[in-house]
């Protein structure tokens, strides 16, 4: 009988994929994950179009749960929630904020491409535990007796700059372990660690280094099966690497190493760093990224077969070891979900939808679903740029084509104040909406040219960005929706700070010696899939 140590109590969360939905007979509807076989239900890759980058994976019981990283956006680590590893929906997130160093909060400074680096998440004692690392700040860990929460406040395991990837690992004698590589990748090294997981016990030791095979080692996933310790590890770079295992009968090595998953004849390029992961039936499986240009670093799911003590993950390569991504396989559940993540929000709640995320730690007494029920209003602050605002509020994109509408009420308005649309990154697109000396005006600034619209006479405009082929379209509505106009021309969408770009929401107020700030109240954020096909 196997002993699949970790896996075995893992619990993975609920979203789908989606391009075009497929109507299987007994089977219901699949949808980008999934398509129709002559013969059986198979889903097709990705699974998530969502940026949910470098993801890690368990089960417990019957259900799976996914974490992702997040970087400076709040709140962090989002938790999804699957009862078929194909369709997802988000459920949580392990940490609302950060406050170990003030430009978190964009004070002083800002944490664009800092923050919440890869996560790993175990269950273990009837807790779910996150190990993250930030890579200014140390290592920390965090648990909860439900993936849904409340999370305990992060702890440093391990404080300190320069730190990546932690994997925590509890052995049968009760030995406690953390794995971790280091800013810039590699070595993998080894910790004893308190059996409660808040902190290390030693200085660690370096179990692999090879800077010839094994270049930007990093992500590592300890796991234990049949006796063997196995280090799940990618290793060449996000868009060009390729994934190992390492396999020893000591947690301490020395270990023998395999690729055992790259590019090959597939148009997926740097297919890695993910968690693997098995059914209650015993078959295994790997989720994975891969780094889709603008889109971010979108999942993959594997087949895994296991020959003579080594995984075969996906479909055979050239020499039968090093596998190669599939683009379908039969699906992995006799019972398939319909669940995606969370698109759009009417703000007629008390709380907003979990997948929402701030730029940063948000200001709380800079927004509230509370001063005018059924809006979101949003306070503007002084800023020199969008980048240097606070409180802009976003979300991911979870298609290779989507629209993204927010209708505005703009009667709070104050001179110096702009209002809009973005597509979130270091080289931000945006449609906004200014007020000088109490008259209202459309602009855009795309990829860093200006262009100047109309004249904005109603209190209500819906403006509108239309994503697809990693290409943005801005348009508005002065007449609810019925008719939209374009401004600017197409373009591009940026992969940046190590995020895809994301539709946002934002205000702020370049006049920072205005007397008044101004806020806007956003009605509702519409999110709708567009069936095309994505040109990978």
Excluded at 33 to 47: C, D, L, M, V
Excluded at 110 to 139: C, K, L, M, Q, S
Excluded at 153 to 166: H, R
Aim: with cysteine.
């Amino acid at each position: 009988m196997k002993i699949l140590k970790t896996w075995q109590h893992s619990i993975p969360y609920r979203t789908l994929s989606h391009v075009l939905l497929f109507l299987i007979p007994s089977c219901g509807f699949l949808s980008p994950g999934a398509a129709q076989s002559t013969s059986r239900a198979e889903y097709h890759n990705p699974i998530l179009w969502g940026d949910y980058s470098d993801p890690d994976v368990i089960r417990v019981g019957n259900e799976y749960l996914l974490v992702a990283s997040t970087f400076s956006f709040m709140p962090g680590i989002p938790v999804l929630k699957s009862t078929d590893l194909l369709h997802w929906t988000i459920v949580g997130h392990v940490f609302p904020r950060l406050d170990i160093d003030p430009r978190y909060s964009m004070i002083g400074g800002n944490r664009y491409g800092r923050g919440a680096w890869a996560p790993a998440i175990r269950f273990h004692a009837g807790r779910y535990y996150v190990y993250f690392p930030t890579p200014d700040e140390g290592i920390f860990m965090s648990s909860a007796s439900s993936p849904a929460g409340p999370w305990t406040p992060p702890v440093a395991v391990l404080a300190g700059p320069g730190y990546e990837d932690p994997c925590p690992f509890w052995d049968d004698d009760g030995q406690a372990y953390l794995i971790h590589s280091r800013v810039g990748a590699g070595p993998l090294i080894l910790h004893h660690m308190s059996p409660d997981g808040r902190t290390v016990l030693d200085a660690g030791t370096v179990i692999e280094r090879d800077a010839k095979n094994l270049p930007t080692l990093e992500g590592p996933k300890l796991y234990k099966r049949d006796g063997y310790y196995y280090i799940f590890a990618p290793y060449g770079g996000v868009s060009t690497g390729a994934q190992a295992v390492l396999r020893s009968r000591s947690i301490e090595g020395p270990y023998e190493v395999r690729t055992v998953l790259a590019q090959g004849s597939t148009s997926v390029n740097g297919p890695h760093q993910g968690g693997y992961i098995e059914t209650p039936g015993g078959k295994g499986w790997f989720l994975h990224f891969h780094s889709a240009g603008a889109y971010g670093r979108i999942d993959y799911l594997e087949p895994v077969r296991w020959d003579n003590g080594w995984p075969v993950i996906g479909k055979a390569g050239s020499d039968e070891v090093t596998g190669e991504p599939v683009s379908s396989a039969p699906v992995p559940a006799s019972s398939l979900s319909n669940a995606r993540p969370a698109t759009s929000d009417e703000f007629s709640r008390s709380e907003l939808g979990l997948q929402w995320e701030w730029n940063h730690n948000p200001e709380p007494a800079h927004w509230s679903l509370e001063e005018r029920r059924g809006f979101l209003r949003l306070y503007a602050m002084p800023a020199h740029s969008l980048l240097e605002a606070r409180n802009t509020l976003t979300e991911m994109g979870q298609d290779p084509g989507y629209s993204f509408t927010v209708a505005l009420q703009l009667k709070g308005l104050a001179d110096g104040q702009q209002a809009g649309v973005a597509m979130f990154s270091e080289r931000a697109g945006s449609l906004f909406v200014t007020q000088d000396h109490g008259k209202r005006q459309l602009h855009a600034l795309l990829d860093g040219k200006a262009f100047d619209g109309p004249a904005i006479t109603t209190d209500l405009v819906q403006l509108r960005v239309t994503v697809s082929h990693e290409t943005a379209t801005y348009a508005w509505s002065t007449n609810e929706g019925k008719t939209f106009q374009t401004l600017g021309t197409p373009t591009p969408i940026f992969f940046t700070w190590w995020k895809a770009a994301r539709p946002a929401i934002f205000t702020f107020n370049a006049d920072e010696d205005a007397q008044a700030m101004g806020y806007v109240d956003v009605d509702w954020a519409h999110y709708a899939p567009l069936a095309i096909a994505p040109k990978m």
